[in-house]
T-cell receptor, first 112, second 112 residues
Framework: DADVTQTPRNRITKTGKRIMLECSQTKGHDRMYWYRQDPGLGLRLIYYSFDVKDINKGEISDGYSVSRQAQAKFSLSLESAIPNQTALYFC???????????FGNGTRLTVT | GENVEQHPSTLSVQEGDSAVIKCTYSDSASNYFPWYKQELGKRPQLIIDIRSNVGEKKDQRIAVTLNKTAKHFSLHITETQPEDSAVYFCAAKLQGAQKLVFGQGTRLTINP
């Protein structure tokens, strides 16, 4: 089945470290997104991309960067991790702006 | 920009009873309203969506209603079952915008 795959599933890192979360998809969708989930705050958009040459900031992009290496790959980086970036991170794809989001399984990140 | 408020944050109902979750949005130009269900430890998945040109949509035990005048939309689950226990997220998209804005989520618990 076509899917959205995130790696790693869990990551513990220390303050100040640089880390990368990876996302790949076999759905053939052009649109890819990175969301952050915190209890009581819902899903907040970090960055989104509509093709390899298109990168857009979301609501909470400070402290994050992204790379769209190919149509199927979209990576999220934390240049210098801090404890309040501890959260559950989801990658998602969609075919159009009004079509359903297809989420990956999530990456649980803990920054100590 | 768009803002989405979701209530209640937690909801507990007896199995077989109905559950209603309500969301309000700020921008009258919003035209797409999906609902996502996230079971414990899993990824969010679309369960139903509605567009601004209709007032109600049903899919078996799930229905969504939209009141454009009051700028709110609601998820109705009838004859609740234990497998309905999950976190539910509403979202809204401005016409012409390229991204969704999510509500804060509702944790629904079905008591046997």
């Amino acid at each position: 089945d076509a899917d959205v795959t995130q790696t790693p599933r869990n990551r513990i890192t220390k303050t100040g470290k640089r880390i990368m979360l990876e996302c790949s998809q076999t759905k053939g969708h052009d649109r890819m997104y990175w969301y952050r989930q915190d209890p009581g705050l819902g899903l907040r958009l970090i960055y989104y991309s509509f093709d390899v040459k298109d990168i857009n900031k979301g609501e909470i992009s400070d402290g994050y960067s992204v790379s769209r290496q190919a149509q199927a790959k979209f990576s999220l980086s934390l240049e210098s991790a801090i404890p309040n970036q501890t959260a559950l991170y989801f990658c998602a794809t969609s075919s159009t702006a009004d079509s359903p989001l297809h989420f990956g399984n999530g990456t649980r990140l803990t920054v100590t | 920009g768009e803002n989405v408020e979701q209530h209640p944050s937690t909801l507990s109902v007896q199995e077989g009873d109905s559950a209603v979750i309500k969301c309000t949005y700020s921008d009258s130009a919003s035209n797409y309203f999906p609902w996502y269900k996230q079971e414990l430890g899993k990824r969010p998945q679309l369960i139903i969506d509605i567009r601004s040109n209709v007032g109600e949509k049903k899919d078996q035990r799930i229905a969504v209603t939209l009141n454009k005048t009051a700028k709110h939309f609601s998820l109705h689950i009838t004859e609740t079952q234990p497998e309905d226990s999950a976190v539910y997220f509403c979202a809204a998209k401005l016409q012409g915008a390229q991204k969704l804005v999510f509500g804060q989520g509702t944790r629904l618990t079905i008591n046997p």
